[in-house]
Each structure stands twice: as C-alpha cells, then as structure tokens.
C-alpha cells in the first residue's frame, strides 16, 4: 500500500484492536544506505530494489498482515494479532529476511 491507504488501515486496525481487546504491532522499516543505489546505479535500479524488498517483505508476513510503502526508502508492516514479543521477532526475522 502506499503511505494514504496504509495510514487508513492503522486506523481501522487499531480501532478493531481497542474495541474487541486484541494486539497489533507496526513494525518500521528505513533501508539503510539506499540514497546510494538510485545515485551510483540509475532510479530504474532504485525502483527495482524497492520492488525486491517489498515481495520479500509479501513473502515473510501473514495474509492478514498489511504492508506498506511509507515514502522513499521507508516500509511498515501492521501486525494483526501481534503482541509486542512477537513483533520484536518478526522484525528481527523480517530483517534477516532482507
């Protein structure tokens, strides 16, 4: 998702959380040192990086989970049904992962 239907997601998730008692975690993502990619090889190759991390990101988290694309090199996952050990692991794993 992009940064305007990720946020309307948070919203609706978190309303679900407090009203029926349930976790939710947001895990956030800065990749580190892309500036570099799109500098030393071409905005087509900056494009093509985010679009690896974003399937390895589709491929590493549940269906019910929400994934989106905060703005440059920036990712956020929402968690449904996720406490926050559990969040801490999933984003260590999701780190991994990428």
Same mark, same amino acid.
Request: glycine share 8%; charged share 30%; hydrophobic share 45%.
């Given at each position: 998702?992009?940064?305007?239907?990720?946020?309307?997601?948070?919203?609706? /998730?978190?309303?679900?959380?407090?009203?029926?008692? *349930?976790?939710?975690?947001?895990?956030?993502?800065?990749? $580190?040192?892309?500036?570099?990619?799109?500098?030393?090889? !071409?905005?087509?190759? !900056? $494009? +093509?990086?985010?679009?690896?991390?974003?399937?390895?990101?589709?491929?590493?988290?549940?269906? *019910?989970? /929400? /994934?989106?694309?905060? !703005? !440059?090199?920036?990712?956020?996952?929402?968690?449904?049904? +996720?406490?926050? +050990?559990?969040?801490?692991?999933?984003?260590? *794993?999701? $780190?991994?992962?990428?």
């Amino acid at each position: 998702l992009n940064r305007r239907a990720f946020v309307r997601e948070l919203g609706r /998730i978190r309303t679900f959380a407090q009203r029926y008692g *349930s976790p939710a975690s947001v895990v956030y993502f800065d990749l $580190d040192g892309f500036k570099s990619v799109n500098d030393r090889f !071409g905005h087509a190759a !900056g $494009d +093509a990086a985010l679009r690896a991390v974003a399937e390895r990101l589709v491929a590493n988290v549940r269906d *019910s989970d /929400i /994934i989106g694309r905060m !703005g !440059g090199d920036e990712f956020a996952v929402i968690l449904v049904q +996720a406490d926050e +050990a559990t969040a801490r692991a999933k984003a260590e *794993s999701l $780190d991994q992962a990428n």
